[in-house]
């Protein structure tokens, strides 16, 4: 494993390693953005728990099992070896980027946006997005603990990655009262 990473070069976070599949060294990946066909694509990527640290890795196969994501990389070949990945990230250069369609983003792009409601007051701060099977939930940081938003047009009004603010129109108690 080596760096392939060029000097002043910006990465981005495409996915981080779930979990250990098996013991010959495949992992489950938990996606922030591309599909199964889009990591086909990819014969390397960076992995490692930040930019700084990534090291390039080379892919042998990716593979879906339901809605899952597993990937076999060249030189992991037993469980142990597979299980010191857990919790890396995998990175690829912002030039290898998917490029996504107006009104989209990626996770990367929205964690620490700060949330609102609909009268602009303030409810706290996006921490993490989970991926459930029928929608991606917002996990927001709020005075009051974690709150978990459910990632629906309903709810989720607006989005500007710009101002770095995400617009939400919660039910009634999602936030114990913090949302009138």
Avoid: W
């Avoid at 953005?33 to 889009?38: A, C, G, I, K, Q």
């Avoid at 030039?95 to 996504?100: E, G, N, S």
């Avoid at 917002?138 to 005075?143: D, E, I, L, S």
């Amino acid at each position: 494993m080596k760096s392939d990473q060029a000097p002043g070069t910006h990465l981005c976070a495409v996915g981080v390693i779930a979990k250990v599949f098996g013991v010959k060294g495949e992992v489950k990946l938990h996606s922030y953005s591309r599909s199964l066909e889009e990591f086909k694509e990819l014969d390397t990527v960076l992995v490692g728990k930040s930019e700084k640290s990534a090291v390039g890795m080379t892919i042998e196969h990716v593979a879906a099992r339901g809605n899952d994501i597993y990937i076999k990389f060249q030189d992991v070949s037993d469980r142990s070896a597979s299980e010191l990945l857990i919790g890396h990230f995998l990175f690829v250069e912002e030039t290898k980027r998917k490029r996504l369609g107006s009104g989209e983003f990626f996770v990367d792009d929205i964690i620490g946006v700060t949330v609102f409601n609909l009268h602009k007051k303030r409810l706290g701060v996006l921490i993490d997005v989970v991926q459930y099977g029928a929608q991606d939930m917002y996990v927001v940081k709020t005075g009051g603990g974690d709150v978990m938003v459910p990632a629906v047009r309903s709810i989720v009004r607006e989005v500007d990655v710009q101002k770095r603010s995400m617009t939400v129109d919660p039910p009634e108690g999602l936030f114990n009262g913090e949302a009138a």
